[in-house]
């Protein structure tokens, strides 16, 4: 009960703060803290589905947010380019008009029959990263896979290292711990060894992870399909969707070399774009991204809060971008956010 207080009260002082800055916002104030421009970043655009436990919920919008998103940018002013023009626009001087980027990771289908119309009808392009891994099917969903047996059990049982140990998951609350537990021990031990125990353990209670790789993900006769689109491109997004920051030097050239090759062989031209899986301070670091940038890319995009601006140019594969995020779908929130107030008031971890 603890961590669900804690985590409701986070969401509540995020909200609040999404809203101050608009207010601020709409006032004038700080008009300068928007930097450039901003590049956004989502996964799933599907319609909602009512279940008690959602711990992914944070990774998914509804097709009429991402409306409402598009709507309110525009009315805010912002001008949607698309990522591969970013380099250029901060090279350029004397246009005040920021700039709105939109990027999705994984490679969803649901991002071909939910996104792309919506997109269509703003003129807005976009970039989707693919991990080959997941358009191969040879590799699994974890965190889609683990929601849906713990949605589906009230008892698991999981190795944390000191033994099997029985996890008592009747309730939601119980099944926010676990989740959370199993992913923190995935993110600190060897990702590839839990993500196996987790594909095991659901096979053994009759749920499928290929299933759920190969329900979810688009094939790449898809991705070609939506890369016809005058305002699709396709980035790059390694291939087995592990953190980078823990594998080797060479490890980590493999996973940018290979997924790049990849998207080349669907689209006919390599990728000058890349996505960190996870993107977080603790997923990837100033080295992958040196690594980034001895591979070919033009450009890199991690997790991390921020908006763009002319400093970004000096580290074009570190880049910031702002989460849409499935637990704040307000646009108020959304303005706000883009506004880049927030992140003055935020301690400097760089």
Known sequence: MAASIKGLAKQIAIAGGLETANLLRAAGVMRGARGLGAICTLHHVRPREETAFAPNAHLEITPVFLDLVLDRLKSDGYRFVALHE?????SQTGSSQPFAAFTLDDGYRNNLVYALPIFEKYDAPFTVFVAKGLAERTHTIWWETLAALLRREERLGFDFGSGHEMLDITTTEAKGRAFARIANHLHRHDERAAVAAIDLMARKHEIDPDEIVDDLV?????????E???????????ISHRAISRLSDQEVRDEMEVSRDYVAAITGHRPGSFAYPYGTREAVTQRQAQIAREVGFDLAVTTQAGVVTKRSLNNMTYLPRLSINGLY????YVSGLASGIPFRFAPNRS
């Not at 970013?86 to 901060?90: K, S, V």
């Open 228 to 238: 016809a689109s005058p305002l699709a491109s396709l980035g790059a997004h390694t």
């Open 329 to 332: 779908q307000k646009v108020r």
């Open 218 to 226: 688009m094939t790449p006769a898809e991705f070609n399909l939506l």
């Open 86 to 90: 970013i380099p250029a626009l901060l």
